[in-house]
Nanobody
């Protein structure tokens, strides 16, 4: 079984910065794409940023130029550095990873429990 554990959320003032982390643990063969999604109250979960095992990245238009996703493959960890935060970034941020349990298995999506990010003065 695979576990994704997020950390680093919290309360920050508008214009501030925050970094959230997500570490994958358990028994698995390989991780493909790792990414971050968020869900604000009353809204659907949306993609924020993803990073492939080959370091290809993608970002939602709303965070381009402000957020940076990075990975430490040796630690099976993905990070999201969030700068110039605005109240509209307030949401629960969820980590997602595509994981193969062994070399023959297809990738399966796993989710973390979420970490709250609140941008408010």
């Amino acid at each position: 079984q695979v576990q994704l554990v997020e950390s680093g959320g919290g309360l920050v003032q508008p214009g501030g910065s925050l970094r959230v982390s997500c570490a994958a643990s358990g028994r698995f063969f390989r991780i493909n794409v790792m990414g971050w999604y968020r869900q604000a109250p009353g809204k659907q979960r949306e993609l924020v940023a993803t990073r492939s095992g080959g370091d290809r990245t993608s970002y939602a238009d709303s965070v381009k130029g402000r957020f940076t996703i990075s990975r430490d493959n040796a630690k099976n960890t993905v990070y999201l550095q969030m700068n110039s935060l605005v109240p509209e970034d307030t949401a629960i941020y969820y980590c997602n990873a595509e994981v193969a349990s062994d070399w023959r298995a297809p990738y399966r999506a796993y989710w973390g429990q979420g970490t709250q990010v609140t941008v408010s003065s």
